[in-house]
């Protein structure tokens, strides 16, 4: 990896981390103490695993970019308050040690790792995943007072009443629902920050949000109209939190405006299939890995639209058998 | 027409090239769909292990003896008969060995009959050889595919299940993601990259890649 490369994804991720502090601290905000220490093991457990890879590969592990923070924060945050420790460190544990360590331990993974580990956690224990605590009660131990999330409703068909929840409170995120995910006015203020710097990945998010909404308006999951359905569908489970930080991944989306619409716009159809479909209330990161799948097959679409030869320098088409690159 | 060589490996040597840089599931690549859906537990991992052995082995010797006689169009589907010959009874004995599993396995279980490990031994070696040595090449084989199998069917059951062969062990939460299919490509995966890694520092001449391809050489028939 040439010295160019590694600032770019030094700055890269310091860009995610920066947008990662907003939703952050609003579940240090709702959670407390809890939060903090989840987070704390969650990044814990992917330092020592991007260590042990290291010690494995006979490569000193880049932990100056940082990706190991991002990594676990990442999977911390997509989870419950009243997750277990153990669940936290196998989600990030397999993120690392399956979705990083086999492709080089480089940040040229051709999955995003912390969805890989959502992912897995979800297959295994889906009941521990969706059970999400009232805000504000007890959340620790085995009588939390299990609250009502937004993508549960949608997924019974329940729509929602102004008694219940309010749309303020769905925007400054007092709802049951993931620790990071549910407060909208913090990643309104993440999305702000990758408008400002990466406005392409901003734009991947952006489709990937807008097909998501033209969905949900088509096709209610609800009886209660099509607006209710596009504001509930958008703001449940993790699909912003998901459109923000892992369909703007740097390596697995493609980098053309073209390509990246496309990816987005393609990765926001899969979700919403698999919200209506699948057998899960959130699979925003089946969705995404999904796409992850597919995004070096969108490397030449963009000529063929536009009818222009795509700059070298932009396709980053991942290899597989090149693997990734030893560090210095 | 066919050649035939002397072993000129000593046994034990033999059964430590064919588990490690002759495996014919982390090296080669081949008979790993039945693992993938089958060997899900100890109990499964030991009848897939049986069945296998008892296909590869007959259809081994078979080839060395008769088989090789027939063209090679017709040869193909004979594996393929004799195999569903052996599985018939062995998946009868397996259903009152196990009735829970075979109820999970479902279309698994005939699907053995034909495996591209049995054909690519056949074509590779068996129809080349006289009956010793193949006999030694397919108990060599059958040693490190059941190696395999029994390992990667404990470690699902131990990480999947939190049992081994039925009895309660592991205290440690239950991933059931293991169990499915991408838990044992998974497993799979890891181990033989652990596998290349050992041989490809342990034995120079793992580098020369073998040729996995059962089409006819110019001048076969």
Known sequence: ?328 | MSRTYENTLGIKRTFTDAAIIGNPVLIQAVGVFPIIAMAVSLKSAIALCAITSAVLLVCEVATSLLLRRFPHWLRIGLYMLLGILVVLPASLFFEKFAPNETAKLGIVLPLLAFNSMVALRCEKFARRNAVGTTVLNALSTIFAYSLIVVFVGAVRELLGSGTLYDIPLSPLPKAAGLLMPFGGLLILGLASALLKWFAARNYPSYAEKEDLNISLEEGEK
């Open chain 1, 1 to 328: 990896m040439t010295d160019e490369n590694k600032n770019i994804i030094r700055s890269y991720n310091t860009d995610m981390l920066l947008m990662l502090f907003a939703p952050a601290a609003v579940a240090c905000f709702y959670y407390g103490e809890r939060a903090i220490r989840l987070m704390l093991a969650a990044v814990l457990t992917s330092f020592v695993c991007e260590l042990f890879g290291g010690l494995l590969l006979a490569r000193r592990a880049n932990l100056r970019s940082m990706s190991f923070v991002f990594n676990g924060l990442c999977v911390a945050l997509m989870l419950p308050a009243s997750v277990q420790y153990w669940m936290v460190i196998a989600g990030t544990a397999f993120a690392v040690v399956f979705a990083k360590l086999p492709f080089g331990n480089s940040e040229k993974s051709p999955f995003v790792p912390a969805a890989a580990g959502l992912a897995f956690l979800t297959i295994c224990w889906p009941d521990y995943v969706f059970r999400f605590p009232e805000v504000g009660s007890a959340y620790i131990g085995e009588g939390f007072v299990g609250g009502t999330s937004m993508s549960s409703m949608l997924s019974d068909g329940n729509s929602i009443n102004d008694s219940l929840v309010s749309l303020m409170e769905i925007f400054v995120g007092e709802i049951p629902g993931p620790m990071g995910a549910c407060c909208i006015i913090a990643l309104a203020g993440s999305a702000v920050y990758l408008l400002i710097r990466r406005w392409k990945k901003f734009l991947t998010a952006l489709a990937f949000l807008g097909v998501c909404a033209v969905y949900a308006a088509i096709f209610p999951r609800i009886s209660a109209g099509a607006q209710l359905s596009v504001i509930m569908e958008l703001c449940s489970g993790s699909l912003i939190f998901g459109a923000l930080f892992f369909m703007t991944d740097y390596y697995t989306s493609p980098d053309g405006l073209i390509k990246g619409i496309l990816y987005g716009a393609a990765g926001g159809l899969v979700a919403m299939l698999l919200r209506s479909f699948g057998a899960y209330e959130d699979s925003t990161v089946f969705a995404v890995l999904l796409m992850n799948a597919v995004s070096p097959l969108l490397a030449g679409v963009g000529k063929k639209i536009i009818g222009k030869q795509p700059d070298a320098s932009e396709d980053v088409i991942y290899d597989p058998l090149a693997g990734g690159e030893p560090v210095e």
